[in-house]
C-alpha cells in the first residue's frame, strides 16, 4: 500500500470521527407570525403580531429582532434584548412598547403591539431576526379594512327602448372588486361589459366605486333582477344590492280618455301603496335598506297620474266659469 495514500486514509478518518462527536449547532428559525391576517378599521384598540422563533445560547449574545413595512429598506421596530424596544417610521408612536409576549428576556419584546390600527397600516410585515451567527425572516399580510358606508342601485331610461343600470359605492378601504349580475327566471348571468370607475381619496384615505351597463328593452325578460355585489379582496367582506326592472314604456292617457271611476281607482291605489310602504316597514323594524326598483311600479303610475288630475281640476275650473 502506498505510504501517501494510507496517511490520507488515517487523516480522514480521524477528521470523520471528529465531526461525529461534535454537537450540531442550530440556527435561527422563525416558526410563525401569529395573529390576525384582517381586521376591520375600528372594531379594536389593539392588535398583535407576534414573531415566534427558537434560538439557542449561541444566538442569545448578538440577538436583534426587527419588523419591516411593506419591504421598505427601513425598520419600523427594533429590539436588543439588552436595550429598551424602538417604534420608527410608519409605526413611530403607534406601538405599545410595554407589551410582553412573555416573561423570556430573549422574546418578551419580540412582538409588535399596534395601537388602534388603522387602514394606513395595511400591508405586509416581515420580522426579522439576527444574531453573530445567523439570520431568519417570516412574512405576513395584515389587511385593515373599511366597509362601504353607503352603497346605492338606481336605473334610468335614456330612450323608450333602454335602460342603464348604476351601482355606486363610498368610502370603502382598500380597492373593492364591483360586479353586476342579471338574473330571470330561467338563467343568472355576470356582465362582462359593465363599465367601472373607481377613484382613490388619499386625504381621506377611501375609495369610490361606481359601475355602470346599458341594455336594450329587448335583451330582457319581462322581469329581469339585477344584482350589485361589491367585495374586498384577501377578505370575507361582501354586500350586494338588487333592483327589479320590468322593460317596457309608460303610455299616457289624454284627459278625454280619463273616467271618473279611474280617479277614484287612482286614489284607492295610492292608498293601497301607502298602506303597503307601512306594513313593509313595520315588518323590517327600520333596519332594512331600499333595494328595488322597477321601470312600471305602481309608485310610478301614481305619479305620473297626478298630473292627469291637475289637468282634470283645470278642465273643471273651466267648465264652471
Not at 384582517?38 to 436583534?64: A, R
Not at 370603502?172 to 362582462?192: D, M, V
Request: net charge negative; glycine share 6%.
Amino acid at each position: 500500500m502506498d505510504h501517501r495514500t494510507g496517511s490520507f486514509g488515517y487523516v480522514g478518518m480521524l477528521l470523520f470521527s471528529l465531526f461525529a462527536v461534535l454537537p450540531v449547532v442550530k440556527s435561527l428559525e422563525i416558526l410563525d407570525i401569529e395573529g390576525p391576517g384582517v381586521v376591520v378599521n375600528g372594531s379594536t384598540s389593539q392588535i398583535v403580531l407576534d414573531c415566534d422563533y427558537d434560538i439557542t445560547e449561541f444566538d442569545k449574545p448578538g440577538l436583534v429582532v426587527k419588523w419591516y413595512f411593506n419591504r421598505q429598506p427601513f425598520p419600523v421596530y427594533q429590539w436588543i434584548p439588552s436595550k429598551v424596544p424602538q417604534d420608527l417610521g410608519i409605526l413611530k408612536g403607534r406601538l405599545n412598547l410595554n407589551y410582553e409576549v412573555s416573561e423570556d428576556q430573549f422574546s418578551k419584546h419580540r412582538a409588535l403591539a399596534i395601537v388602534n390600527p388603522t387602514t394606513d397600516l395595511t400591508g405586509e410585515y416581515t420580522c426579522l431576526i439576527s444574531s453573530f451567527e445567523s439570520e431568519a425572516y417570516k412574512r405576513k399580510n395584515l389587511i385593515i379594512y373599511a366597509p362601504a358606508e353607503d352603497l346605492s342601485m338606481t336605473y334610468s331610461k335614456p330612450r323608450e327602448d333602454n335602460v342603464i343600470i348604476t351601482c355606486r359605492a363610498g368610502g370603502i378601504f382598500p380597492a373593492p372588486n364591483i360586479a353586476i349580475f342579471r338574473s330571470s327566471s330561467s338563467s343568472k348571468e355576470f356582465i362582462e361589459s359593465a363599465k367601472v370607475e373607481s377613484q382613490l381619496h388619499p386625504e381621506y384615505g377611501y375609495y369610490n366605486i361606481s359601475i355602470e351597463i346599458e341594455v336594450s328593452d329587448y335583451e330582457l325578460d319581462s322581469e329581469t333582477m339585477f344584482e350589485c355585489v361589491l367585495t374586498i379582496p384577501g377578505t370575507e367582506y361582501r354586500v350586494q344590492e338588487k333592483i327589479l326592472y320590468f322593460p317596457g314604456h309608460l303610455t299616457t292617457p289624454t284627459p278625454e280618455e280619463v273616467e271618473p271611476e279611474d280617479v277614484e281607482e287612482l286614489l284607492e291605489e295610492m292608498e293601497n301603496i301607502e298602506n303597503d310602504q307601512s306594513l313593509e316597514e313595520e315588518g323590517d323594524g327600520g333596519n332594512s335598506r331600499p333595494h328595488t326598483a322597477e321601470s312600471v311600479s305602481s309608485a310610478e303610475r301614481v305619479l305620473s297620474s297626478l298630473s292627469f288630475l291637475s289637468v282634470l281640476a283645470s278642465l273643471h275650473l273651466l267648465f264652471l266659469h
